[in-house]
Nanobody
Framework: QVQLVESGGGLVQPGGSLRLSCAAS????????MGWFRQAPGKEREFVAA????????YYADSVKGRFTISRDNAKNTVYLQMNSLKPEDTAVYYC???????????????????WGQGTQVTVSS
């Protein structure tokens, strides 16, 4: 059983930066495709970014492309989401997810993750 724990959320001004971390324990998280999703108040959860097991391939939602960067350190069983040039519309609860058999990073847009973290709040406001 894989457990995912997010951290790094908080309050930031528009244009600012945050780095989210997702620490995985148990199971074989280092062999899973990992992703970040977010859910804003009153909206459905949406895909943000994903990264393959090796870390070579990544995929981003159009809304964050060029501003967010996903990376992973398999030795530390940790996935990161570096968020720059934050906008008020980025405000949401951010969730880490693991998909053991997703074949590509892009596949995580629709592939049901096997495991979810509890989420971390990101608020972008002046």
């Amino acid at each position: 059983q894989v457990q995912l724990v997010e951290s790094g959320g908080g309050l930031v001004q528009p244009g600012g930066s945050l780095r989210l971390s997702c620490a995985a324990s148990g199971g074989t998280a280092s062999s899973a495709t990992m992703g970040w999703f977010r859910q804003a108040p009153g909206k459905e959860r949406e895909f943000v970014a994903a990264i393959t097991r090796s870390g070579v391939s990544t995929y981003y939602a159009d809304s964050v492309k060029g501003r967010f960067t996903i990376s992973r350190d398999n030795a530390k069983n940790t996935v990161y989401l570096q968020m720059n040039s934050l906008k008020p519309e980025d405000t949401a609860v951010y969730y880490c997810a693991a998909a053991r058999f997703a074949p590509t990073a892009r596949a995580m847009v629709l592939w049901p993750p096997d495991y979810w973290g509890q989420g971390t709040q990101v608020t972008v406001s002046s």
